[in-house]
């Protein structure tokens, strides 16, 4: 019985699309599958990044998944070893089993281009979530849902983007210590130039900076503290120091570089972006701005106020004061930033306001969404290459203590924040709290001994008053402790604390 004749099609007309595969290659596959098989050693050099679901054929998958597991439980994988390993669940025996491994072997040229075919599989396999992505992109957007509006559906689409782009890559590995050095050698170098003499960004305060040298780029720095305590004016202090002190150069490639301070992008979940500038003008002009708010100044003070806005307006800060912005929306908002503007810190005010990726009536593990947005932070802060400034609040187990400096336990959700940062640094001012703690006179106790502890107590207000802790509880690089800082409340102005045996020589 002669076999059927093939069937033949009528080739597309001229105004026809032809049918499109996904990108692939399949002599790549095969050649370094083969490779693999007749040495193992190559498998080495794709094992970093090349998995079995970057394979476009079904069965290359399936026999790649086998040999990672034999040689990564230190077992030779050989056409004779998958063979057998095969034979077990028949699941290539409509190819013809083991024969297909031998051919794969013996059809093996050189070993030479493994890394090459390796690179050649991925980059299809890019292509293919790409194309994956675009499609379910259009679908989404003539989808018309109330529970996903636009502007979410841009920003789930920039998180499987930027997740396709971090999840692996062919070009990472080691780096030669020589390099590694060249870029040290380059950090010191910048620090000579920097006016603070700091490596980092400097934040505008002498003895913070002592501590940090600075703000370093890629860092995830959190400032935290309870309300009142200032975390917001420091942050604001920082950030407008950076922006105030920025001074452009040219970098060695032609490209525009800060040579001190930076280009600053404020993130204000909190606080209007009107309510912000008007602190900036109060630490600015020592004008306090609840008075410009109520109208209460004189033509002296709205004078200096005015001159002030106009001395700032030039000044590199940019405030986004969007409520209830989610971790991909920021992300967006900040590369875009970058993209337009130039950007060398980002400050967030503050981080429990920022929404995670769940959609709208999905259940919400708080724990796991607050430590989603930290690792976006982190991620954001070496993607851009600029360090994340990031305001925290505290727990109310402050309240609880008898001593009020803050730990790193009163973090809220505090294992994914502590594990992510870079730097924790808490703000803290004692006379918060004695300002609220006036002794009274306990029953039967003695006249001049409540005097005496009324005394003590006053006195100790009069040492921390207008003072303010900084403290560093946690850092990679550097050493941890407290720094004393001077706080004007009425301008909401943190500035280096002077203290006695700061003062100048009198002769």
Do not use: C
Request: charged share 25%; proline share 4%; hydrophobic share 40%.
């Amino acid at each position: 019985m002669s076999s059927p004749a093939p069937i033949s099609f009528p080739p597309p007309a001229a105004n026809e699309p032809a049918l499109r595969s996904p990108p692939h290659n399949l002599d790549a596959e095969q050649a370094l599958l083969g490779a693999i098989l007749i040495n193992n050693t190559t498998y080495q050099r794709v094992a970093d990044y090349l998995l079995p679901e970057h394979f476009y054929n079904p069965v290359h998958q399936r026999i790649y998944a086998a040999i990672m597991r034999l040689i990564e439980h230190n077992q030779i994988a050989d056409p004779v070893t998958l063979k057998s390993y095969f034979d077990q669940d028949g699941s290539l025996v409509d190819i013809g089993g083991g024969t297909y491994i031998a051919k794969l072997a013996l059809s093996v040229v050189t070993v030479m281009n493994a890394g090459d075919y390796g690179r050649t599989i991925y980059d299809a396999y890019i292509r293919r979530q790409l194309i994956e992505i675009g499609t379910d992109t259009v679908n989404d957007a003539y989808e018309f849902t109330l529970d996903l509006a636009a502007p979410q559906q841009i920003e789930q689409t920039e998180k499987r983007l930027f997740d396709l782009a971090t999840s692996g890559t062919a070009d990472g590995g080691f780096k030669q210590f020589s390099q590694a050095l060249t870029a040290a050698v380059g950090i010191a170098e910048q620090a000579f130039k920097r006016s603070g003499r700091t490596s980092g960004l400097s934040t505008g305060f002498q003895d913070i900076d002592a501590k940090l040298g600075g703000l370093h780029k890629s860092d995830l720095v959190i400032l935290a503290g309870r309300p009142s305590m200032g975390k917001t004016a420091l942050a604001t202090n920082i950030a407008f120091n950076v922006a105030k002190s920025y001074r452009s150069g040219v970098g060695p490639n032609g490209e525009r570089i800060a040579e001190d301070g930076g280009i600053v992008g404020f993130f204000s979940l909190e606080m209007s972006a009107e309510q912000l500038a008007a602190r900036v003008l109060s630490e600015e002009s020592g004008v306090p701005s609840d008075k410009i708010r109520r109208g209460e100044v004189g033509h002296d003070e709205f004078d200096r106020f005015v001159v002030a806005a106009g001395r700032l307006g030039g000044v590199p800060l940019h405030i986004d004061d969007t409520a209830a912005l989610t971790i991909q929306g920021l992300r967006t908002r900040a590369r875009r930033l970058k993209r337009q503007h130039g950007l060398n810190l980002i400050v967030v005010d503050y981080l429990q306001l920022i929404q995670g990726s769940a959609r709208p009536g999905q259940e919400v593990n708080r724990v796991q969404e607050l430590s989603e947005i930290t690792r976006g932070l982190k991620a954001l802060a070496k993607e851009l290459d600029v360090p994340v400034l990031a305001l925290s609040q505290l727990s109310r187990a402050v309240e609880q203590r008898e001593d009020k400096h803050p730990q790193l336990a009163d973090l809220r959700e505090s294992g994914s924040i502590e594990q992510d940062a870079d730097v924790v640094m808490f703000v803290f001012r004692e006379e918060y709290y004695l300002t609220r703690a006036e002794p009274t006179q306990r029953q039967d106790e003695a006249m001049d001994k409540f005097t005496e502890r009324h005394k003590r107590w006053f006195d100790r207000i009069a040492e921390v008053r207008n003072t303010a802790e900084a403290i560093i509880a946690k850092q990679r690089h550097g050493p941890v402790g407290s720094v004393l800082l001077t706080f004007q409340g009425e301008i909401t102005k943190f500035s280096d604390y002077v203290g006695r045996d700061r003062l100048p020589v009198q002769y």
